[in-house]
């Protein structure tokens, strides 16, 4: 027997692939100023307004780390600021592309290498045009998936073991 209401053609297929949808460009500084509201004593429902997004999408970023700020957000050993663009320099890469600004310029203002100016650039211009359009949107949502790690932590996937280290650390 064979499923009915499906054709033959969307059964012998894999599934539809979803959209990764609208490139979350500022979601990185929002939910940085939400968990340091948070850290302050507020409301999920305050600090995402102070953030700049609705209540609900806080609670939502609340729920979906288990209550604690997620790693990639956690300052590591060495300074993600230092290491990786930042997007308001991605945007003043893209500000100072349009102008027709020189590659060491761009990388003297920003106070980064020219190599790392020039990779940006060649690894996110779109070329369809014929010619090299960098933009910053698509290279900070370009940035931000290459960033994401393949797994949630342990914290947030395990509720049992959240709330036995929450109650140890609160001594």
Not at 42 to 61: F, K, L, M, Y
Not at 66 to 89: D, N, Q, V
Not at 132 to 142: E, G, M, P, R
Not at 158 to 164: E, I, K, V
Request: charged share 25%; with cysteine.
């Amino acid at each position: 027997m064979t499923k009915t209401g499906r054709r033959k053609s969307e059964r012998s297929t894999r599934g539809k692939l979803n959209s990764p949808g609208r490139p979350p460009v500022w979601q990185r500084e929002n939910l940085c100023r939400f968990w340091r509201g948070v850290a302050a004593g507020h409301s999920s429902e305050v600090s995402a307004v102070q953030a700049g997004v609705s209540g609900p999408v806080g609670i939502r970023w609340f729920r979906s780390s288990g209550g604690m700020p997620p790693t990639h957000l956690a300052p590591s050993a060495t300074s993600l600021t230092r290491r990786k663009l930042t997007f308001s320099e991605r945007e003043e890469i893209a500000l100072e592309c349009a102008r027709g600004t020189g590659i060491r310029a761009i990388a003297r203002k920003l106070s980064r290498s020219p190599s790392t100016i020039s990779r940006e650039i060649r690894r996110n211009s779109a070329t369809r045009s014929g010619d090299f359009d960098y933009h910053a949107i698509t290279a900070q949502w370009h940035a931000d998936r290459a960033a994401q790690r393949p797994k949630p932590s342990k914290l947030a996937s395990n509720p049992a073991l959240r709330d036995y280290v929450q109650d140890r650390l609160s001594g």
